[in-house]
């Protein structure tokens, strides 16, 4: 979609000002009723009375899974839709993890199976705290893994990786 945007002045009866005419619909078809310029519209609208109205693109539509429909769809019925689409998007109980167990979830993601991904943190890494945490809260670790979303604990930022294409 363009930034660029046209500006229209419609006075409080409903007509709007032909900026090829000088005056609000003198004629039965206006010649140019738009211009781009925000600050020529503020004048007439001040000037002439009315008020500045801002057109803009409609959006492309955008095409929903059926699942994604009907959370837009619940969300709609819902006092707060907002709210009810964050929800709906990440489970409340995300896996909190360290920053340096994210490191090694995020060079490990995308591997086909959990095994790979220990194995990777237990002979890419010497033993080390990073690696005891991991043994320590492997649920936790796995089903950051499984998930492919978690918190950091240092942070509170919520990471979510995705797979290449």
């Not at 057109?55 to 006092?79: F, M, N, R, S």
């Not at 990777?120 to 979303?149: C, D, H, M, P």
Request: glycine share 8%.
């Amino acid at each position: 979609m363009s930034e660029e945007k046209l500006y229209a002045v419609k006075n409080d009866e409903g007509k709007y000002w032909d900026f090829g005419n000088s005056g609000f619909w003198r004629r039965e078809f206006p010649d140019c009723l738009t211009t781009t310029s925000r600050k020529q519209a503020g004048l007439v609208a001040f000037e002439n009375g009315g008020h500045v109205v801002t057109l803009i693109e409609e959006p492309e539509k955008v095409v929903l899974t059926k699942e994604q429909a009907e959370i837009v769809e619940d969300a709609h019925v819902k006092g707060f839709p907002a709210t009810f689409i964050y929800d709906a998007a990440l489970p409340d109980d995300l896996p909190v993890i360290p920053k340096e167990v994210e490191e090694i979830l995020q060079s490990a993601y995308g591997q086909t199976n959990l095994l790979g991904v220990l194995d990777t943190a237990k002979n890419g890494y010497k033993f080390s705290e990073t690696l005891a945490w991991i043994i320590e809260y492997q649920r936790t670790f796995a089903r950051a893994w499984v998930l492919g979303v978690w918190r950091v604990e240092e942070t509170g930022e919520i990471v979510k990786l995705e797979e290449e294409k």
